[in-house]
């Protein structure tokens, strides 16, 4: 914008008092930027002429830009004593403060500079810019009508305009008001059509909106000579990521890549080799992605655009670790920089290492006040940790003529990062529609969990189940303790022990069926998309019986947005007494089928996840017999706090009551949260 200022203000100069033709070079040299000689040409000049107003003019602004704004200052002073009432004196001496930064001095002094000269061109636009300056972006706009009413289309006054409306659409964008910021960008058309700059902010406020098609078609309107095209491709690629369209947005980012390797801009050609890069991350080509970022390592060193790569490599890899790294190294050399702060904070945050995650994005904000992906980031984590209250109310029936209708409520209050509690409660009413004998069972336990160290936590849960039926009650206490951790990148063990009763009928109730499971659930990811599951459980029951089961899962993620993951589960089930008149409890069971699901969005705000399966089972050495089963639910999320949906799921596969058993539940459920944030938020903050 101060460029703008030196060129308006040196025109009205020029028009005025340098008309001289002695010093027509050392006007030329000031017109043409080259201050340095001007500061030259003008000392000189005023050796043999100390007293010429328009040379001391000339020195002084020569001085001033070039890069004493301070002695320019104290020269133009001395003029003014000498000058008091001269406006060339005045305008100059005004303008010397914005060349210091002291805009709010400048504010004052123009604002007597147009009140004294309400016509005047130069007072009025210098007094518009100073008002730029100070980001007070409505006000300046205004005067600057009040300009280009003096001298409609003065080019430098329409510049100022442009710069002023860039100016207040960044200012609303931080405010988050992007419609409103869209609509000052697109005043700047009416003065100059497709404007780079203007296009570029526009197309940046639709990604940001997620307004894909919009971005697209004003990264087209830029794409009007060979390197705008690239920068165009560049920035379709990263709205087709945005847009969910990896696969488009590597073809994008191919084509610039191709079509920059004749262009002699190294900037340019970065960014893209950058975008590229991404786009091969985006669509999980890690391999090939590693040795094009090495390739450019070779290249251009570890640059902090390449450290950027690496960082996100190993995010989407899962290298959480080595990410860190490269985000230090990135902020060692730039403490400012965008994608090291945003990046570490993440980083962070997937290390499970909470309360720096938080001081990370907070230092994020401080540098980039508003920006959204930042804002963003607090949300999710305070979305992960603050209090809420989640309610379930559920319907089941099966081919045995059992009914059960149940209520859960939960109640989750993470005291700090590391330490959560959480209250439960569950209430069940079981009949039989062919004896019409009913139970009912109270549930209420009391949760810890506790993080050791990051990625390693236990969690502990204790309890009371109270049954009553046909008249009689009993009350045992329930337990379950888990050590939950990460030995390695992508891969999840848990070792538990729990102590429950049987309470799936009213049969299973009266017996008072306790059962102590001892597991183990381990889970293989892999960054081809493979994954194996296993669950391990031997059961000890208080009739003496024992249990057995194996559960095991290779599955494979085809899709990421929307979900698809297909693949084939294994269970074998043992029981050391077969007592099957009371329960389903074979010697041998096995099942084998493959199973698929899809999740994903069906609009902006809701959700859904369907999971369906079939495939063969078979008790001891009988027949093998055909299973199926599906789960599906729907979410909505009402508000940022609130949030809702339903479920259903059937299966036929043999359950803890009998072979040939069919089984349907139907549920609600509702998650409310207690508070925008944790309650350990404020403490946090305040770091």
């Known amino acids: 914008m101060k460029r703008f200022i030196n060129i308006i203000i040196l025109g009205i100069a020029a028009n005025g008092v340098f008309a001289q033709s002695p010093m027509d070079e050392g006007f030329q040299l000031l017109e043409k930027g080259d201050f340095s000689k001007a500061e030259i040409f003008f000392d000189d000049f005023l050796k043999d002429h100390p007293d010429n107003k328009t040379a001391q003019i000339c020195y002084g602004r020569a001085v001033g830009l070039n890069g004493n704004p301070n002695k320019a200052n104290t020269l133009f002073n001395v003029l003014m004593t000498q000058h008091p009432d001269d406006y060339e004196v005045r305008i100059n001496y005004y303008e010397s403060f914005l060349w210091g930064k002291q805009y709010k001095a400048a504010e004052k002094l123009y604002a007597g500079l147009v009140e004294d000269y309400p016509n005047k061109f130069?007072?009025?636009?210098?007094?518009?810019?100073?008002?730029?300056?100070?980001?007070?972006?409505?006000?300046?706009?205004?005067?600057?009508?009040?300009?280009?009413?003096?001298?409609?289309?003065?080019?430098?006054?329409?510049?100022?305009?442009?710069?002023?409306?860039?100016?207040?659409?960044?200012?609303?964008?931080?405010?988050?008001?992007?419609?409103?910021?869209?609509?000052?960008?697109?005043?700047i058309f009416n003065d100059f059509e497709n404007d780079r700059e203007t296009l570029l902010n526009l197309a940046n406020v639709f990604l940001i909106t997620k307004e894909v098609d919009s971005a697209k078609a004003t990264y087209r309107r830029l794409a009007i000579n060979a390197k705008d095209s690239i920068v165009a491709l560049n920035g379709i690629a990263l709205a087709e990521h945005i847009g969910e369209k990896?696969?488009?947005?590597?073809?994008?980012?191919?084509?610039?890549?191709?079509?920059?390797?004749?262009?002699?801009?190294?900037?340019?050609?970065?960014?893209?080799?950058?975008?590229?890069?991404?786009?091969?991350?985006?669509?999980?080509?890690?391999?090939?992605?590693?040795?094009?970022?090495?390739?450019?390592?070779?290249?251009?060193?570890?640059?902090?655009?390449?450290?950027?790569?690496?960082?996100?490599?190993?995010?989407?890899?899962?290298?959480?670790?080595?990410?860190?790294?490269?985000?230090?190294?990135?902020?060692?050399?730039?403490?400012?920089?965008?994608?090291?702060?945003?990046?570490?904070?993440?980083?962070?945050?997937?290390?499970?290492?909470?309360?720096?995650?938080?001081?990370a994005t907070y230092k994020t904000l401080d540098i980039f006040e508003n920006q959204k992906d930042a804002q963003g980031l607090i949300e999710k984590i305070n979305g992960q940790y603050s209090p809420y209250v989640q309610e379930t109310a559920s319907y089941s029936f099966d081919n045995g003529n059992n009914l059960a209708y149940a209520t859960n409520t939960t109640v989750n209050l993470p005291v700090s990062a590391k330490f959560q509690s959480s209250v439960n409660y569950q209430y069940r009413l079981t009949e039989n529609a062919a004896t019409s004998a009913k139970a009912n069972t109270h549930t209420a336990t009391v949760g810890l969990t506790y993080a050791l160290i990051p990625k390693l936590k236990v969690v502990g849960v204790a309890g009371m189940n109270n049954a009553q039926f046909d008249g009689n009650a009993y009350t045992q206490p329930i337990l379950n303790a888990k050590l939950v951790t990460e030995p390695y990148r992508l891969q999840n063990l848990e070792l538990g022990y729990q102590r429950e009763v049987q309470n799936f009928n009213t049969d299973l109730i009266e017996r008072e069926i306790v059962m102590q499971h001892y597991g183990l659930n381990y889970n293989l990811g892999s960054n081809v998309g493979l994954g194996w599951y296993t669950q391990l459980i031997h059961t000890q029951q208080s009739d003496d019986n024992q249990r057995d089961l194996l559960f095991t899962s290779l599955y494979y993620t085809a899709l990421r947005k929307p979900t698809l993951k297909f693949g084939l589960n294994y269970q074998y089930l043992s029981f050391a007494e077969q007592v099957s008149t009371?329960?389903?409890?074979?010697?041998?069971?096995?099942?084998?089928?493959?199973?698929?699901?899809?999740?994903?969005?069906?609009?902006?705000?809701?959700?859904?996840?369907?999971?369906?399966?079939?495939?063969?089972?078979?008790?001891?050495?009988?027949?093998?017999?055909?299973?199926?089963?599906?789960?599906?639910?729907?979410?909505?999320?009402?508000?940022?706090?609130?949030?809702?949906?339903?479920?259903?799921?059937?299966?036929?596969?043999?359950?803890?009551t009998a072979a040939g058993f069919q089984f349907t539940e139907i549920g609600l459920q509702l998650k409310w949260s207690l508070k925008k944030q944790p309650f350990f938020f404020d403490k946090v903050a305040s770091r």
């Open 582 to 656: 009371i329960y389903f409890s074979p010697e041998k069971y096995q099942a084998g089928e493959i199973f698929a699901e899809l999740g994903g969005k069906f609009a902006s705000n809701s959700t859904y996840r369907i999971n369906a399966a079939t495939g063969l089972q078979q008790v001891e050495d009988g027949d093998m017999t055909s299973i199926f089963r599906v789960e599906m639910n729907v979410k909505h999320q009402f508000s940022k706090r609130l949030s809702g949906g339903f479920y259903g799921k059937y299966s036929n596969i043999a359950s803890a």
């Open 122 to 187: 130069g007072a009025i636009l210098g007094y518009a810019n100073t008002l730029s300056n100070l980001q007070k972006y409505d006000e300046a706009l205004t005067w600057i009508e009040k300009a280009l009413l003096l001298q409609p289309g003065n080019p430098s006054a329409l510049i100022s305009k442009k710069y002023m409306n860039l100016g207040l659409a960044n200012t609303l964008v931080q405010t988050q008001d992007y419609d409103g910021a869209k609509i000052k960008l697109k005043t």
């Open 246 to 359: 990896d696969k488009e947005a590597l073809k994008v980012s191919v084509l610039a890549k191709n079509k920059v390797s004749s262009i002699s801009d190294s900037e340019l050609r970065e960014k893209t080799y950058e975008r590229y890069a991404q786009a091969l991350i985006w669509n999980r080509k890690f391999v090939t992605a590693k040795k094009y970022i090495n390739s450019l390592s070779s290249q251009y060193g570890d640059r902090n655009w390449v450290l950027a790569l690496r960082a996100t490599l190993g995010m989407y890899t899962g290298n959480i670790k080595k990410s860190l790294a490269h985000y230090n190294a990135i902020l060692a050399s730039d403490s400012t920089s965008f994608d090291g702060n945003l990046g570490k904070a993440n980083a962070l945050l997937a290390l499970g290492r909470i309360d720096e995650a938080y001081a």
